[in-house]
């Protein structure tokens, strides 16, 4: 029982550290060729976390099914540091990346998908989780 409940705490405390896409939006027109803004979020939590990195990619939906992010990155368009920082009170800490559709990708639905790595707790134990959303390539 006592591991039921040690797994139930690791488990809130890795859904706590959890990253959001902010922008694009869901259904978002992106140009091909041009520069796109990719917000990723990190809400605060209780428990101490390091950020390690973000990677963004960009995969095409257009002639099948999307795949989770944590399968498919597709064409990678960042893979850095990231270092979430307040910019309005209303807003969780963020970081903008101005990412380069490439001009010869597919049009059609694709999907922006991002890898966050982070540290967590005082051991600290490593956490990375996938976030996706979903756009439309024209």
Do not use: W
Not at 42 to 49: D, E, H, K, M, Y
Not at 69 to 91: C, R, W
């Amino acid at each position: 029982m006592k591991s039921f409940f040690g797994l139930a705490a690791f488990a809130g405390v890795a859904l706590a550290q959890s990253a959001q896409i902010g922008f694009p939006t869901v259904g978002q027109k992106l140009q091909k060729g041009s520069n796109v803004v990719v917000q990723v979020q990190r809400p605060n939590s209780l428990t101490g976390s390091t950020e390690m990195a973000v990677a963004i990619g960009i995969s095409s939906c257009a002639s099948s099914v999307c795949n989770d992010a944590d399968e498919v990155m597709g064409t990678i368009l960042y893979n850095g540091k990231f270092n979430p920082q307040y910019h309005e009170p209303s807003q969780p800490p963020y970081q903008n990346f101005s990412v380069k559709v490439p001009a010869d990708f597919t049009a059609g639905t694709a999907q922006v998908n991002v890898a966050h790595a982070t540290l967590i707790g005082a051991g600290p134990f490593p956490f990375l989780e996938a976030l996706n959303r979903t756009v439309v390539i024209v």
